[in-house]
Protein backbone atom coordinates (compact mmCIF):
# COMPACT_ATOMS: atom_id res chain seq x y z
CA UNK A 1 0.00 0.00 0.00
CA UNK A 2 2.69 2.25 -1.18
CA UNK A 3 0.22 5.04 -2.38
CA UNK A 4 -2.43 4.90 0.60
CA UNK A 5 -4.41 8.11 0.62
CA UNK A 6 -3.23 9.30 -2.27
CA UNK A 7 -4.96 10.87 -5.33
CA UNK A 8 -3.68 9.72 -9.06
CA UNK A 9 -4.68 11.55 -12.30
CA UNK A 10 -3.98 9.38 -15.02
CA UNK A 11 -3.99 10.52 -18.61
CA UNK A 12 -4.28 8.02 -21.63
CA UNK A 13 -5.45 5.50 -19.20
CA UNK A 14 -8.21 3.44 -21.05
CA UNK A 15 -5.14 0.77 -22.35
CA UNK A 16 -1.65 -0.08 -22.07
CA UNK A 17 0.66 1.68 -19.83
CA UNK A 18 -1.93 3.90 -18.85
CA UNK A 19 -4.49 0.97 -17.62
CA UNK A 20 -1.89 -0.64 -15.94
CA UNK A 21 -0.58 1.98 -14.25
CA UNK A 22 -3.85 2.75 -12.90
CA UNK A 23 -4.58 -1.02 -12.09
CA UNK A 24 -1.29 -0.85 -9.96
CA UNK A 25 -1.54 2.51 -7.94
CA UNK A 26 -5.13 1.22 -6.92
CA UNK A 27 -3.96 -2.05 -5.61
CA UNK A 28 -1.43 -0.12 -3.90
CA UNK A 29 -4.08 2.06 -2.15
CA UNK A 30 -4.20 5.34 -4.50
CA UNK A 31 -7.79 6.85 -5.81
CA UNK A 32 -8.03 6.93 -9.55
CA UNK A 33 -8.70 9.38 -12.02
CA UNK A 34 -8.55 8.36 -14.81
CA UNK A 35 -8.78 10.42 -18.49
CA UNK A 36 -8.73 9.27 -22.37
CA UNK A 37 -10.46 9.99 -25.95
CA UNK A 38 -11.54 6.32 -25.34
CA UNK A 39 -14.79 6.55 -23.29
CA UNK A 40 -15.09 1.93 -23.77
CA UNK A 41 -12.19 1.05 -22.69
CA UNK A 42 -11.44 3.72 -19.94
CA UNK A 43 -14.90 3.22 -18.80
CA UNK A 44 -14.05 -1.03 -18.36
CA UNK A 45 -10.64 0.28 -16.93
CA UNK A 46 -12.51 1.50 -13.93
CA UNK A 47 -15.04 -0.72 -13.87
CA UNK A 48 -12.28 -3.36 -13.49
CA UNK A 49 -10.48 -1.70 -10.89
CA UNK A 50 -13.81 -1.28 -8.57
CA UNK A 51 -14.64 -4.37 -8.93
CA UNK A 52 -11.35 -5.29 -7.38
CA UNK A 53 -11.75 -3.03 -4.89
CA UNK A 54 -10.00 -0.28 -5.66
CA UNK A 55 -12.04 3.61 -6.27
CA UNK A 56 -11.48 5.16 -9.78
CA UNK A 57 -14.07 7.96 -11.96
CA UNK A 58 -13.60 8.09 -15.76
CA UNK A 59 -13.23 11.33 -17.24
CA UNK A 60 -13.15 11.81 -21.21
CA UNK A 61 -10.84 14.21 -22.14
CA UNK A 62 -8.92 15.27 -25.06
CA UNK A 63 -5.67 16.25 -23.53
CA UNK A 64 -4.26 18.58 -26.38
CA UNK A 65 -8.04 20.18 -26.85
CA UNK A 66 -7.12 23.34 -24.30
CA UNK A 67 -11.02 24.36 -23.39
CA UNK A 68 -11.63 20.29 -22.59
CA UNK A 69 -8.97 20.40 -20.33
CA UNK A 70 -9.86 23.84 -18.83
CA UNK A 71 -12.98 22.03 -18.23
CA UNK A 72 -12.35 18.66 -17.15
CA UNK A 73 -9.19 19.11 -14.52
CA UNK A 74 -11.26 21.32 -12.28
CA UNK A 75 -13.97 18.90 -12.02
CA UNK A 76 -11.30 16.41 -11.17
CA UNK A 77 -10.05 18.50 -8.38
CA UNK A 78 -13.78 19.16 -7.53
CA UNK A 79 -14.34 15.63 -7.04
CA UNK A 80 -11.42 14.52 -5.37
CA UNK A 81 -10.65 17.57 -3.33
CA UNK A 82 -6.67 16.92 -4.37
CA UNK A 83 -4.20 15.72 -6.79
CA UNK A 84 -0.85 13.66 -5.18
CA UNK A 85 0.23 12.01 -8.82
CA UNK A 86 -0.37 12.97 -12.18
CA UNK A 87 0.97 11.12 -14.21
CA UNK A 88 0.92 12.45 -18.04
CA UNK A 89 0.52 9.24 -19.93
CA UNK A 90 -1.35 10.31 -23.13
CA UNK A 91 -0.02 9.80 -26.56
CA UNK A 92 0.07 8.67 -30.35
CA UNK A 93 2.62 7.55 -32.65
CA UNK A 94 2.52 8.33 -36.03
CA UNK A 95 5.22 7.22 -38.52
CA UNK A 96 6.90 9.76 -41.24
CA UNK A 97 9.90 11.53 -42.03
CA UNK A 98 9.92 15.36 -41.89
CA UNK A 99 9.57 15.69 -45.90
CA UNK A 100 6.96 13.19 -45.47
CA UNK A 101 4.61 13.81 -42.97
CA UNK A 102 2.00 16.67 -43.82
CA UNK A 103 1.30 19.38 -41.20
CA UNK A 104 -1.77 17.67 -39.93
CA UNK A 105 -0.04 14.55 -38.72
CA UNK A 106 2.75 16.74 -37.41
CA UNK A 107 0.81 18.97 -35.29
CA UNK A 108 -1.71 16.11 -34.12
CA UNK A 109 1.45 14.36 -32.62
CA UNK A 110 3.37 17.64 -31.19
CA UNK A 111 -0.34 18.85 -29.58
CA UNK A 112 -1.08 15.09 -27.97
CA UNK A 113 2.28 13.99 -27.03
CA UNK A 114 4.02 17.64 -25.68
CA UNK A 115 1.11 20.14 -25.70
CA UNK A 116 -0.98 17.88 -24.02
CA UNK A 117 1.39 17.86 -20.85
CA UNK A 118 1.96 21.02 -20.83
CA UNK A 119 -1.80 22.06 -20.50
CA UNK A 120 -2.71 19.09 -18.49
CA UNK A 121 0.21 20.31 -16.03
CA UNK A 122 -1.27 24.09 -16.16
CA UNK A 123 -4.25 23.40 -14.20
CA UNK A 124 -2.95 20.50 -11.94
CA UNK A 125 0.31 21.61 -10.82
CA UNK A 126 -1.42 24.88 -8.72
CA UNK A 127 -3.23 22.18 -6.67
CA UNK A 128 0.07 20.63 -5.99
CA UNK A 129 1.68 24.21 -4.90
CA UNK A 130 -0.76 25.22 -2.81
CA UNK A 131 -0.76 21.85 -1.04
CA UNK A 132 3.42 22.29 -1.03
CA UNK A 133 3.74 18.11 -2.23
CA UNK A 134 3.25 16.36 -5.22
CA UNK A 135 4.59 13.70 -7.69
CA UNK A 136 4.74 14.43 -11.78
CA UNK A 137 5.41 11.56 -13.98
CA UNK A 138 5.71 12.50 -18.14
CA UNK A 139 6.16 9.23 -19.83
CA UNK A 140 8.27 10.31 -22.66
CA UNK A 141 9.97 7.28 -24.82
CA UNK A 142 13.67 5.95 -25.80
CA UNK A 143 12.76 7.65 -28.78
CA UNK A 144 13.23 11.01 -26.96
CA UNK A 145 16.52 10.07 -25.86
CA UNK A 146 18.52 8.68 -29.43
CA UNK A 147 15.79 9.63 -31.90
CA UNK A 148 14.46 6.94 -34.30
CA UNK A 149 14.35 6.55 -38.33
CA UNK A 150 10.90 7.09 -39.84
CA UNK A 151 9.46 8.52 -36.68
CA UNK A 152 10.54 12.60 -36.66
CA UNK A 153 7.21 14.26 -35.19
CA UNK A 154 7.19 11.41 -32.37
CA UNK A 155 10.91 11.69 -31.72
CA UNK A 156 10.88 15.75 -31.81
CA UNK A 157 7.65 15.25 -29.49
CA UNK A 158 9.27 12.42 -26.79
CA UNK A 159 12.62 14.83 -26.99
CA UNK A 160 10.88 17.77 -26.15
CA UNK A 161 9.11 15.89 -23.19
CA UNK A 162 12.51 15.02 -21.79
CA UNK A 163 13.69 18.30 -21.26
CA UNK A 164 10.09 19.76 -20.40
CA UNK A 165 10.32 17.47 -17.51
CA UNK A 166 13.82 18.15 -16.22
CA UNK A 167 12.86 22.23 -16.47
CA UNK A 168 9.49 21.35 -14.61
CA UNK A 169 11.49 19.67 -12.09
CA UNK A 170 13.53 22.76 -11.05
CA UNK A 171 11.00 25.00 -11.74
CA UNK A 172 8.90 23.10 -8.91
CA UNK A 173 11.57 21.51 -6.55
CA UNK A 174 11.20 24.64 -4.42
CA UNK A 175 7.19 23.58 -3.36
CA UNK A 176 8.45 19.87 -2.80
CA UNK A 177 6.45 18.43 -6.04
CA UNK A 178 9.04 16.29 -7.73
CA UNK A 179 9.17 15.83 -11.87
CA UNK A 180 10.48 12.58 -13.22
CA UNK A 181 10.56 11.23 -16.94
CA UNK A 182 9.49 7.58 -18.00
CA UNK A 183 11.46 6.53 -21.04
CA UNK A 184 10.05 3.00 -22.02
CA UNK A 185 11.10 0.98 -24.64
CA UNK A 186 9.23 -1.46 -27.11
CA UNK A 187 5.99 -2.62 -25.00
CA UNK A 188 3.79 -4.70 -25.59
CA UNK A 189 0.88 -2.76 -26.09
CA UNK A 190 -1.75 -1.83 -29.20
CA UNK A 191 1.01 1.19 -30.45
CA UNK A 192 4.03 -1.52 -29.64
CA UNK A 193 2.55 -3.79 -32.33
CA UNK A 194 1.72 -1.22 -34.86
CA UNK A 195 5.35 -0.17 -34.32
CA UNK A 196 6.38 -3.68 -35.23
CA UNK A 197 4.50 -3.80 -38.10
CA UNK A 198 5.98 -0.43 -39.25
CA UNK A 199 9.90 -1.49 -39.21
CA UNK A 200 9.67 -5.30 -39.75
CA UNK A 201 5.66 -5.68 -41.76
CA UNK A 202 7.90 -9.25 -43.10
CA UNK A 203 9.03 -10.55 -39.58
CA UNK A 204 7.18 -12.72 -37.85
CA UNK A 205 5.54 -10.28 -34.84
CA UNK A 206 6.55 -12.20 -32.01
CA UNK A 207 9.91 -13.36 -32.80
CA UNK A 208 10.48 -9.55 -33.76
CA UNK A 209 9.49 -8.72 -30.11
CA UNK A 210 11.43 -10.93 -28.63
CA UNK A 211 14.73 -9.99 -30.47
CA UNK A 212 14.21 -5.78 -30.46
CA UNK A 213 15.43 -5.53 -27.26
CA UNK A 214 18.80 -7.15 -25.53
CA UNK A 215 16.73 -9.14 -23.03
CA UNK A 216 15.17 -10.94 -25.63
CA UNK A 217 11.62 -10.40 -24.49
CA UNK A 218 9.27 -7.60 -25.10
CA UNK A 219 8.46 -4.90 -21.96
CA UNK A 220 4.87 -4.99 -20.58
CA UNK A 221 2.99 -2.58 -20.00
CA UNK A 222 3.59 -3.67 -16.47
CA UNK A 223 6.86 -3.29 -16.27
CA UNK A 224 6.05 -0.06 -16.99
CA UNK A 225 3.37 0.49 -14.38
CA UNK A 226 6.37 -1.22 -11.42
CA UNK A 227 8.56 2.32 -12.63
CA UNK A 228 6.11 4.64 -12.15
CA UNK A 229 4.76 3.11 -8.97
CA UNK A 230 8.53 3.43 -7.67
CA UNK A 231 8.76 7.03 -8.97
CA UNK A 232 5.44 7.65 -7.09
CA UNK A 233 6.23 6.37 -4.13
CA UNK A 234 8.37 7.63 -1.13
CA UNK A 235 10.96 5.36 -2.03
CA UNK A 236 12.28 7.69 -4.71
CA UNK A 237 11.20 11.24 -2.33
CA UNK A 238 14.77 12.42 -3.21
CA UNK A 239 14.36 11.63 -7.12
CA UNK A 240 13.55 14.82 -9.48
CA UNK A 241 14.31 15.69 -12.73
CA UNK A 242 15.55 12.05 -13.52
CA UNK A 243 15.46 9.62 -16.78
CA UNK A 244 14.24 7.02 -15.90
CA UNK A 245 14.90 4.31 -18.79
CA UNK A 246 12.79 1.12 -18.91
CA UNK A 247 13.67 -0.73 -22.41
CA UNK A 248 15.78 -3.77 -21.74
CA UNK A 249 19.24 -2.92 -22.63
CA UNK A 250 17.54 -1.00 -25.96
CA UNK A 251 19.77 1.98 -26.12
CA UNK A 252 22.83 0.80 -24.42
CA UNK A 253 23.97 -0.93 -27.54
Given at each position: ?????????????????????????????????????????????????????????????????????????????????????????????????????????????????????????????????????????????????VGAPDASAYAASKGGVVNLSRSMALDF?????????????????????????????????????????????????????????????????????????????????
Open positions: MKLQGKVALITGGAIGIGAATARLFAQEGAEIALTDVDVVRGEETCRQIREAGGVCRFYEMDVSNAQQVARVIPQIIQDFKRVDILVNNAAIWRPGRVTDLDEETWDRVLDTNLKGIFLVSKYVLPVMMEAKHGVVINVASVAGLAPYNIRVNCLCPGLTDTAQGDSVVKHYKPTMDPTEAKRTWQPLQRVGTAEDMAKAALYIASDDAEFMTGSIFVIDGGLIAQ
